[in-house]
């Protein structure tokens, strides 16, 4: 159905800024809202934002609003996050996730995604 390939982690300076991108296959891309989640070592993954089908509608965990824009081209079937004043509590494994669902409620949830990327490794020193 579809696969999704995350791309754009590293490893950066506490303050520093990364951008994310998902890169997604299918033509249904437009069809799913999408959700980046993060997972730190011995965590449980987390929500970190999410984006409707049509980019109008935006959510964002509290702890990165401020500071993360989630945002999306369907025209190129990707989804991206651009990561600013990055701090070292954000390290973690960053997933790109799709869902069919129109209720909001599910993006904010794992078991509410339908599809999973493998992941990129964000590292934040001090």
């Known amino acids: 159905q579809v696969q999704l390939v995350e791309s754009g982690g590293g490893l950066v300076q506490a303050g520093g800024s990364l951008r994310l991108s998902c890169a997604a296959s299918g033509r249904t891309f437009s069809t799913y809202a999408m959700g980046w989640f993060r997972q730190a070592p011995g965590k449980e993954r987390e929500f970190v934002a999410a984006i409707s089908r049509s980019g109008g509608r935006i959510y964002y965990a509290d702890s990165v609003k401020g500071r993360f824009t989630i945002s999306r081209d369907n025209a190129k079937n990707t989804v991206y996050l651009q990561m600013n004043s990055l701090k070292p509590e954000d390290t973690a494994v960053y997933y790109c996730?799709?869902?069919?669902?129109?209720?909001?409620?599910?993006?904010?949830?794992?078991?509410?995604?339908?599809?999973w990327g493998k992941g990129t490794l964000v590292t934040v020193s001090s």
């Open positions: 996730a799709a869902t069919s669902s129109y209720y909001s409620g599910s993006y904010y949830n794992v078991d509410g995604m339908d599809y």
